[in-house]
């Protein structure tokens, strides 16, 4: 009798109890009938209809929902190539500098950014980006460059890539810490020993830094992959996936879907595409993150 | 840690030579001075990289407080430079219609944090120092949530409340950062309340404690930080929710800030001095925090990662 009530020992699970309730009915139970409803005419209030695999099907014939995932494709590629080079930059900068307050001053400064609303951000572009009265026409005009100035969002061939340059220089956020963080906790010793041996500082860059928070970079790179995933609040706010679909992203199709087009069981389909492709990635980190803490021990 | 400022190769180099100067001869002075003259010139190259850096990292805002003081003819005779007078009444303007974002943003954190904390640092203290059967299976169950992006279940919840007839309220503005904020905070606390030292819980008992006198008496104020955090990351997460209050909220005055702004912009989208006032009124919270909270700010943003909680 002893022995079971340390077993289960009821406290421990009334305990528990709030919490699981909140996440029973405001976590699971939701993510358990978007992926019910997706296989049916889903018509909340009303009965709704099994159809099977109909919106699934329908989905594969969506020219938008895969123009959108090609969007995607060209954010994620520009965002761990470009939108990475400038951290890195910035964080091999930082911790060249000697004395430790600079350090300090430097890095408070350079992500100073991420503390203002992602909201505030993304629209302080959009009115930089503004064609007749921004900020980036009026510099181009006003040195001469006049024939570069663009209709920035207004037009199809630039509007992604003025999306993409939102929050230049990309400096402000979670890779510039984690490369940061990585090459302060290099032992100096390999430093000096590399400058003893005359490594200059792009070949250190190259045979030492990157290799060495290569564990790093490989977890950026699938939380990239699966933030990616999630895009869409810069292009709603500016373009709205316009203009001519040219910013389309799987978010805004899937609430397209749901709030104006009001095909919810359509959108339940397009949302459990999206978490299970999240899923697929996270499981994919779970493994990289325990393959690296065995390969990173022998150092 | 304090050898680190001499780990780069060049400081290295200037430092031994500055050392072994008494003993050399003028000569080889002049060579180490010239050495250090070019490494005090790469640290001036250095910061001038950086300053650029921040300068254009910072470039939006620092337009946004120019021209959030001006009219828009001021602002189109000289887009750049601050011109006198200074239009303040812009700020009283934008925070006439601002305000009740505030409002709401505020509450909605509040009602947040303290929700999420209620849940998750109960339920970490249990997961963290009892025994029972089945606790990796239901912490598992915790965990996996943190995988779950909110956008995935976006559609499901918002019909999930469309029938609960929440719409419109603020309280299912904070469901989901109650939800977010405890599984976060579970994992986090659970981790961190693991690492306390066994023996104070072991005294404890033997004065007579038992669970929940522990979990007041101990776990709660050493766990002070984590909390931080957490009530930190909630502030954030609310603050910058957009499309949740988007969606969910049609009344203007149930808006949270982030979604009020884009209501707002489009109401002030020709003058440029109120719209840029309402912008940077809506930045001050979250750059207070920063501020003065930059630590725990910082570890909130990297406690965020899926899985860093084990580390």
């Known amino acids: ?299 | 840690m304090s050898v680190r400022s001499e780990s780069s190769p060049r400081s290295l180099s200037g430092a031994r030579h500055r050392a072994t100067r008494p003993a050399t001869f003028a000569s080889r002075s002049s060579g180490a001075e010239r050495r250090r003259r070019r490494h005090r010139r790469t640290q001036l190259v250095i910061q001038l990289v950086l300053g650029l850096l921040v300068f254009v990292g910072l470039f939006p805002f620092l337009f946004m407080l120019i021209t959030s003081f001006k009219t828009n003819q001021q602002y189109y005779e000289s887009w750049w430079l601050p011109t006198l007078p200074l239009h303040v009444e812009n700020y009283a303007r934008a925070w006439n219609q601002i305000q009740p974002y505030f409002v709401t943003s505020i509450t909605v954190a509040a009602i947040s944090i303290l929700g999420s904390l209620a849940l998750c640092t109960i339920a970490a203290f249990v997961f963290a120092r009892y025994a029972f059967v089945g606790r990796k299976v239901l912490f598992g169950l915790v965990a996996a949530l943190l995988m779950v992006p909110g956008i995935a279940s976006l559609i499901p919840m918002f019909v999930l409340m469309r029938d609960l007839g929440l719409l419109n309220t603020r309280i299912v503005l904070a469901i989901p950062h109650i939800v977010g904020g405890a599984v976060l905070g579970t994992l986090l606390l659970k981790t961190f309340v693991e690492q306390i030292p066994q023996e104070l819980f072991d005294a404890a008992r033997v004065d007579g404690a038992g669970g929940p006198r522990m979990f007041v008496s101990i776990m709660l104020p050493l766990s002070l930080p984590v909390v931080g955090t957490i009530a930190l990351v909630t502030v954030i997460g609310v603050w910058n929710d957009f499309f949740w209050p988007l969606l969910t909220v049609t009344e203007n005055h149930l808006r949270t800030v982030s979604a009020g702004l884009q209501f707002f912009q489009t109401q002030n989208a020709t003058e440029y001095g109120p719209l840029f006032a309402g912008y940077a009124i809506a930045s001050i919270p979250l750059l207070l925090l920063f501020v003065f909270l930059s630590k725990y700010f910082l570890a909130g943003l990297q406690g965020g990662l899926p899985g860093a909680g084990t580390r």
Do not use: H
């Open chain 1, 1 to 299: 009798m002893r022995t079971w009530r340390k077993r289960f020992p009821w406290y421990a699970y009334v305990a528990l109890l709030p919490l699981f309730a909140t996440l029973a009915v405001f976590a699971y139970y939701p993510a358990a009938s978007g992926i019910w409803f997706s296989f049916y005419e889903w018509r909340p209030g009303f009965e709704s209809v099994f159809i099977g695999l109909d919106n699934y099907r329908t989905m594969l014939t969506d020219d938008l929902w895969w123009k959108s995932f090609r969007n995607l494709g060209i954010i994620f590629a520009f965002g761990v190539t470009i939108a990475w080079a400038l951290p890195l930059l910035a964080a091999e900068l930082v911790i060249s500098l000697d004395s430790k307050r600079a350090q300090f001053i430097f890095r408070t400064l350079l992500i100073a950014p991420m503390a203002f609303p992602g909201v505030v951000t993304a629209l302080l572009w959009g009115a930089m980006y503004e064609p007749n009265n921004g900020v980036i026409n009026r510099v181009l005009r006003s040195v001469g460059l006049e024939t570069l100035a663009q209709n920035w969002l207004g037009d199809p061939r630039y509007a992604l890539l003025s999306l993409l340059f939102i929050g230049f220089p990309f400096v402000a956020g979670l890779p510039f810490l984690v490369f940061l963080s990585a090459l302060q906790n290099v032992p100096s010793e390999i430093f000096e020993a590399a400058a003893l041996d005359g490594c200059g500082r792009l070949r250190r860059l190259w045979v030492i830094d990157l290799p060495l928070m290569a564990s790093q970079i490989k977890l950026l790179v699938f939380l990239a992959t699966i933030s990616v995933l999630q895009y869409g609040f810069a292009a709603y706010l500016l373009t709205g996936g316009g203009p001519d679909n040219a910013t389309q992203v799987p978010v805004l199709r899937m609430l397209g879907v749901a709030f104006q087009g009001s095909d919810w069981g359509y959108a339940a389909a397009l949302s459990t595409t999206l978490f299970v492709m999240t899923i697929a990635l996270s499981i994919v980190i779970v493994y990289v993150r325990r393959e690296d803490r065995t390969d990173v021990r022998p150092l």
